[in-house]
């Protein structure tokens, strides 16, 4: 089971990127799966998460209506629109899977990528 995230950068505020979690070893479909974020100093926040039951997404209040979370299922690969970026969206981002249908807290999930740098600035 192994999960390779990508797409991070540097982006100016209201620019985009568009983060990448490649999966092997298993279907990510049949898996909850969720993009988290820890800023400096700060605990791993969840971001947004697909439900395994019903492909229910979740949005953190920060970033509704600006990330758009989404499943190739093709590719094997989960992906992170982020559009609209601000100063504070600058965090490591990892992506992380779990077997259970509940978007939990990051301490549910047991298989994760290696994290990807965003740093929003001007």
């Known amino acids: 089971v192994q999960l390779q995230a990508s797409g991070g950068g540097l982006a100016p505020p209201g620019g985009s990127l568009r983060l990448s979690c490649a999966a092997s070893g298993f279907t990510l479909r049949d898996f909850t799966i969720a993009w988290f974020r820890q800023a400096p100093g700060k605990e791993r926040d969840r971001v947004s998460c697909?439900?395994?039951?019903?492909?229910?997404?979740f949005y953190a209040d920060s970033v509704k209506d600006r990330f758009f979370i989404s499943v190739d299922s093709a590719a094997n690969t989960l992906y992170l629109q982020m559009t609209n970026l601000k100063p504070e969206d600058t965090a490591v981002y990892y992506c992380?899977?779990?077997?259970?249908?509940?978007?939990?807290?990051?301490?549910?999930?047991?298989?994760w990528g290696q994290g990807t740098q965003v740093t929003v600035s001007s």
């Open positions: 697909i439900s395994s039951k019903d492909r229910s997404t």
């Open positions: 992380a899977a779990r077997s259970g249908n509940l978007c939990l807290e990051s301490r549910f999930f047991g298989a």
